[in-house]
């Protein structure tokens, strides 16, 4: 058996060493989010966003096994370009110790970058509580990573089609900090902005990084969650309506098995046929925004310390 490893990709590791800004990005946006050859352009995408603002990009991944902290241009290539695992944190270590290739979750992001130091993780949309009535409880590892590992996460907010006011509860149970960029409600991921308030709002990217050297401080475990609000979205009458038809058939859906992890890409996939391919569209655009405000964050934190203080 091949003994299991992490590498940290050279760029990456030197950045770090140095104290200068270094972005995280999720890869399963490029195994499973979209079809190729789309995938690993945005893949390059997101990462020049980053270098374009002065920071190290980060793309987390498994590969043959290997856990990688900064995929090379080849290994986003070749991540991209063949057939991969979704690894969350309850599958991570079997999909490694059989040497697969894997498209890193929000949770195992997470985790991967906590471990080896990275401050910042710039992602689409968090996952939650799923909706419906269940004796068993549905919701996603990436509440527990978020309440496990101190860094922020810039997010448009939870997925859509998620159980928005028990998923906030949860973030609170678990003590994990929502903060609302520039806006006092949560974003909506397709939706600029939903009903519900956020427990603090911060206006820039300095404000951001002075929260999380305050939770350094206090040793709070907690990742610090910024939610900021796409750009340009649909309506929340137009999602309402969408989503009422992506989720008219329950009982069809449970018939067939589907539940939590498989249930939300199914409906995601329902949601781009209905809006004819703008919810995807959307889904884009905010994660090139966050992405882009996560850059200024890991600028601001490289900033010498005492100016944060």
Known sequence: ???????????????????????????????HGLPRPENLRLAQELEELVRAGGGVPATIGVLKGELVIGLS?????ELANRPAHKA??????????????????????????????????AT??????????SEVIDESAD?????????????????????????????????????????DFLAGFYVPETRYPVAARLDSPEAIAQALTAQEALQLPAALLVAKPVSEGLTAQQLEVWLAQAQRSPASIRRIGMHGKDLTPYLLARLAELSAGRTVAINLRLLKENVMLATEIAGALAKPRRALC
């Open 124 to 133: 689409g949309g968090i996952g939650g509580v799923h909706p419906g009535r």
């Open 73 to 77: 241009a080849g290994e986003l290539a």
């Open 88 to 121: 969350s944190l309850w599958n991570l270590a079997a999909l490694a110790a059989a040497g697969h290739n894997a498209g890193t979750t929000v949770a195992t992001t997470l985790h991967a970058a906590a471990m080896v130091g990275i401050k910042v993780f």
């Open 143 to 183: 509440l527990h990573a978020l309440a496990s590992h101190r860094l922020v996460v810039v997010c448009a907010g939870a997925k859509s089609i998620l159980n928005i006011p028990a998923t906030l509860e949860r973030l609170e149970t678990l003590g994990v900090p929502v903060i609302g960029y520039q806006t």
């Open 1 to 31: 058996m091949t003994p299991v490893t992490v590498r940290i990709h050279p760029p990456v590791e030197a950045a770090l060493k140095r104290g200068g800004p270094v972005v995280a990005l999720e890869s399963t946006v490029i195994t």
